[in-house]
């Protein structure tokens, strides 16, 4: 068994000779599908039943072929640095909660590897603790639904995520999930390998404990896959190292991939949405980005969108998104294009970009900065409200730092910005109505803004954050 409680002469000794071997079984590979109760069945599993809870004792492998079932109810708790590798099926979707945990709070389990050609994981409705899931798959996706990962420790996967994706497979899914309190980021990947998942309606709160340089969601992106991160909310603690979403392309991969990040809120990160690397077809929409702000050292971060790109392959569409209290409200380095609002060109076009984005105290060291382009481009960024009492020329130059105040740098064009548009005439054009927000940035109990009184409000819709004047 993996618990075994040293004497400390014990200890001594196995300190100076080679490391324990623990027991490992694996099932036969013939197609056969396990349960709980029958793994425990066979004495040499490692399975045991102790009252209403299954413990795994020792390390397990599920054989190619073979399943593994984790049902409605169930529990299976682990013990320390204990792995259960699958190389066949995880079917652990179970109608109503089942528990994935450790057998005390002494234990530091791995958790599940799911590797090998014939391997796939399904996971619904499990409340996963204090391990790691490591997915890498080549032939089949990984797919979480409805499930609770906390407090997991940093065993299996290092730094990579509490849920580490590390396969080239098209569907993998994670959806109205709950990540809370993780040792390492919620979700990783392998940067070596160009990723294609969803991520949607979850929730991610203080993960990254250990405050490693890394977001809550740390994603490689690139190749032909899309990377869709679409109406989540990220909440951070104040942690100086840990972002909201980060995209990275160490292997400055290509392809017609896209990565969306649209309708999500992020709040009290390091920063809200950044990159490394290129990544070619960059939509970021309709978020709302506020209080990221958490760096120590504004020259090293702090902003509510940052795209860095030293291979000049980057191009963003950066279209309705609430950026509030950053140090930064989006810097700009290296990059292709990045297009903030461009009214200029046709509607119909690709490079049409209504922009409304709005900004609101961003700065630091007494600076207001609401865009900072540290680079060589022209960046368009019409259509806009800007964190300024008045919405023209004079007033947005004093937010905005670009060849105006550096000629070594690329100019941004703002002109035209916003109008603060009616309550009628914004009621007539919403889809609906998300979020509305006091400028103080105080949330509202309701979202039907004609019961308003006579105020300056940011109303976020599905179309994006707008500034409402009632």
Known sequence: MKRIYHSILVLVVALLSAPLSHAEWSTTGNEQAYTLSQLASIAESGVELHDAAYWLVDDLTIAATDT?????????????????????????????????????????????????????????????????????????????????????????????????????????????????????????????YPLALTVKDSHFVDNNQSNANNPQINLAVGGDYDVIITGNTIEGTGRNMVGGIGMSNFMAYEGAGRVVVQDNVITECRYGIANVGPVPHFIIKDNVLRGNNHETNPMNGGSGISLYDPYSKTTAHIEGNHIEGSLWGITIIGCKDVNVGKLDADPASEGYNPGRNVFKDNGNGGVPYDLYNNSTLTVYAQGNTWSVAEQDAEHIETVVFHQADNASLGEVIYMPAAEQAGIDQIVAALDAVRAVYTLQGAVLPTTDVTTLPAGIYVVVTTRGALKVVK
């Open 68 to 192: 593994l079932w984790l049902h409605a109810g169930e529990t299976l708790l682990l013990g320390d640095d204990v792995l259960l590798t699958v190389n066949g099926v995880a079917r652990f979707d179970a109608a109503s909660t089942a528990t994935l945990g450790r057998i005390d709070d002494d234990c530091e389990p791995q958790g599940i590897n799911v590797v090998g050609d014939a391997s796939w994981a399904v996971l619904s409705n499990v409340d996963m603790s204090h391990m790691n899931l490591r997915y890498s798959s080549p032939t089949s996706p990984l797919v979480m639904t409805h499930c609770t990962i906390h407090d997991g420790n940093k065993a299996l996967t290092g730094s990579a995520g509490v849920v580490q994706l590390v396969t080239t497979v098209e569907g993998n899914l994670i959806d109205d999930c709950t990540f809370t309190g993780n040792a390492s980021p919620a979700i990783g990947s392998a940067a070596n």
